[in-house]
C-alpha cells in the first residue's frame, strides 16, 4: 500500500512539474508576442548594451523553452520567429548600433524634456526606467515612419528610373526596327527608282520625236 502511495505521489508530482512547465512556456509566449516588435532587447527581455554573450544565453534558453517541437501552444512558430528575428538583429552589429542610437537618443530626449543632467539622481529611479522605455518606444516609432517613408520615395525615384530606362529601350528598338525595315525594302526602293528614271528617259525621247518636223 505505501509503495503504491509513492507511486501516485511521484505521478501527480510529475504531472504538475509538467504542468509548471507548460505554465512557463505559456507565459513566455504570451511576454514575447506582447513585447514591442521594433525593440529586439524587449523581445529577449535583456537590458540595452548587454555583452554579445549575454544574447547568445538568452536566446538558447529561451528558444529552447518555446521551440514549436516542444510545446503544443499554437502561438509557438510566431513567438521562436520573432525571437529568433530579435537574436539577429542584436547580433548583426550594424542594425544593433542604430537600436542602441535610437535608445540613447530616447535617454537624451527624457534629460532634456525634464532638465535634468546626466548626474541627476531621478535618471536611477524605476519611474525614469518606465519612462524612459515609452520614450524609446516613441523614438523607434518615429524612426520607422521615416525609413518607410524614404524607401517608397527611393521606390517612386527607382520607379521613374526605370521607366525612364525603359522608354529608352523601346525607342532604340523603334529605332532598330525602322532601320532593318529600311535597309530591308533598299533593293525594292532601288528597282523602283531605276523603272521610274527609265520610264522618265522614255517619255523624253517620245517628246523629242514629236517635236521633230519634216524636212521639205
Request: proline share 3%; glycine share 2%.
Amino acid at each position: 500500500m505505501a509503495v503504491e502511495d509513492s507511486i501516485d505521489d511521484r505521478d501527480a508530482l510529475n504531472a504538475l512539474e509538467l504542468e509548471a512547465k507548460e505554465f512557463d512556456k505559456d507565459a513566455e509566449i504570451d511576454r514575447i508576442l506582447k513585447a514591442f516588435r521594433l525593440d529586439a532587447y524587449a523581445i529577449l527581455d535583456l537590458q540595452p548594451g548587454v555583452p554579445e554573450s549575454d544574447i547568445k544565453i538568452t536566446y538558447r534558453k529561451k528558444s529552447l523553452l518555446i521551440h514549436p517541437d516542444k510545446t503544443k501552444n499554437p502561438q509557438a512558430p510566431e513567438a521562436f520567429d520573432r525571437l529568433k528575428k530579435a537574436q539577429t538583429e542584436l547580433m548583426d552589429e550594424k542594425k544593433r548600433a542604430i537600436l542602441d542610437e535610437a535608445i540613447a537618443d530616447a535617454r537624451m530626449l527624457l534629460i532634456r524634456q525634464y532638465k535634468w543632467t546626466v548626474d541627476s539622481e531621478e535618471l536611477k529611479t524605476d519611474d525614469f526606467a518606465k519612462k524612459w522605455r515609452e520614450k524609446a518606444k516613441e523614438v523607434l516609432i518615429d524612426n520607422e515612419h521615416r525609413r518607410r517613408r524614404q524607401m517608397k520615395a527611393q521606390m517612386q525615384e527607382e520607379g521613374r528610373e526605370q521607366r525612364k530606362a525603359d522608354t529608352e529601350v523601346e525607342e532604340r528598338k523603334r529605332k532598330r526596327q525602322h532601320d532593318q525595315d529600311w535597309e530591308a525594302t533598299r533593293d525594292q526602293r532601288i528597282s523602283s527608282w531605276r523603272s521610274f528614271q527609265k520610264g522618265k528617259t522614255g517619255d523624253s525621247e517620245k517628246k523629242k520625236k514629236k517635236k521633230l518636223k519634216p524636212i521639205g
